[in-house]
């Protein structure tokens, strides 16, 4: 089976990896950039001279998406960070994967007012793939102001729209926009599914999904009480009888489907 968090659920798993495990959250969040832009270059590989937005915002989301632009500009992308708030405003691991970012010369053209967004926006709406690093999991108000226009914005362009983790503007455990949300065409989700992006409304706005591990162990969700997921072939092939020519219908079994109403 596999697991599917809530948001309080993945951020106790992060804590635990970080304060107990003892794997820094800096090399976390290197792990999970890398992971996407590795979806993100496979997605692009038959494209010629791709020209990838990677639209972040200041928490720990945007530091995955300070990753992951280094690792495409290192691949030979053109890949550019437009930055919706201001520097000064990262913290921890986000703003240690900023100064890198910078450090190896990469570009960021600000976006975090209006006038830098209009500036911008035909270059973040012409890109042949645009990376949502704005807002995480721990996304808990309405999106409203210039946030709101941020992600319109992504919304709007014509290539190929990435969200990392989950859509921003979603709630991680609803799959509700919280006034407006990304429609993502994939989402490379961190670690483990996020219960808004398995169930509706939420996986239509996630497109398909992935998931990136990043090191976090696998037992920790059987350790601390994960129950709810997701059942794949592989947990149902050894419940089935073997498979023989002869077989027919009435000859395999029934199937009992346990649904939520008549109908």
Known sequence: MEHVLTAEQMQRLDRVTIDEIGLPGAVLMESAGRRVAEVVWLELREVRDPRVAVVCGAGNNGGDGFVIARWLREWGIAATVYL??????????????????EQVGGVVVSVADAQGLSESRRAIEGADAVVDAVFGTGLAREVTGHYRDVIQAMNDGAGTLFAVDVPSGMSADTGEPLGVAVRADVTVTIAFRKVGIT?????ERAGRVEVADIGIPRRLAEAYGIQLGLLGAGDVAPSLPPHRQSDHKFGRGYVVAIAGAPG
């Open 199 to 203: 169930a509706q409304p939420g996986f």
């Open 84 to 101: 919706a708030a201001s520097p000064d405003k990262l913290r921890g691991d986000a703003a240690v994967q900023f100064r890198v970012y």
